[in-house]
């Protein structure tokens, strides 16, 4: 009985690093427009609306893109990210002012991804499963709902991608649910021995 719940301890720990990792360094998860750019990870979608409508200063914004910055520019091989033109690399720096939010279900499971993944540092929450269900239902509703809409919707719709990394980042944000995981690996467990007494 204690291993299966140090197994789930150890699982979940790694599950929630590595969701936490996704989302904080802007792994590619998905592709959606974002007003005159395309956004490709969810740090992306929520800067793009707090640039457009000036919700919080520009430096907040940068502290949040900068840390994915960086380790593009590590891969890339190229200098280091400049702090004070970090909107200019990201395409940020035309951003029209807008009181309108675009893909709302996007933007909001954006949102709870980058709380879960702060969460996560402190203890594993079901936010961050829940956060991407409803990126996968926005992506999903602009792919399948769109069909009969007019040119520029249609354009619109035929920009939305979903990459692999976002059916990873959902498998690491279920994995982190501790308890949740403690009760599938205790099922498989306890049928291979109720299996072995009924053959005795």
Known sequence: MVLWKKWASIISVIASCLFSFL???????????????????????????????????????????????????????????????????????????????????????SCLCLLGALLNLFKPTRISFIATLLIYWGLLRDILLLDSAHDWLSAHRNSVRVYPTLFLASLSAFLSMR??????????????????????
């Not at 793009?48 to 960086?70: H, Q, W």
């Not at 002012?97 to 996007?106: A, K, N, R, W």
């Open 179 to 200: 308890s949740d995981l403690r009760k599938i690996i205790r099922c498989c467990t306890s049928i291979p021995f109720s299996q072995s007494t009924k053959g005795d």
């Open 23 to 109: 989302i904080v360094f802007q792994v590619p998860l998905f592709r959606v427009a974002c007003r005159n750019k395309r956004c490709e990870t969810p740090l992306e979608v929520i800067s793009s609306e707090l640039i457009a409508n000036e919700l919080i200063p520009s430096s907040v914004v940068k502290t949040l893109l900068y840390p994915g910055a960086f380790a593009k520019s590590l891969l890339a091989g190229s200098k280091l990210p400049s702090f004070h033109h970090l909107f200019t690399s990201y395409g940020f720096d035309h951003m029209y002012p807008s009181s309108d939010i675009h893909h709302l279900e996007v933007f909001a499971g």
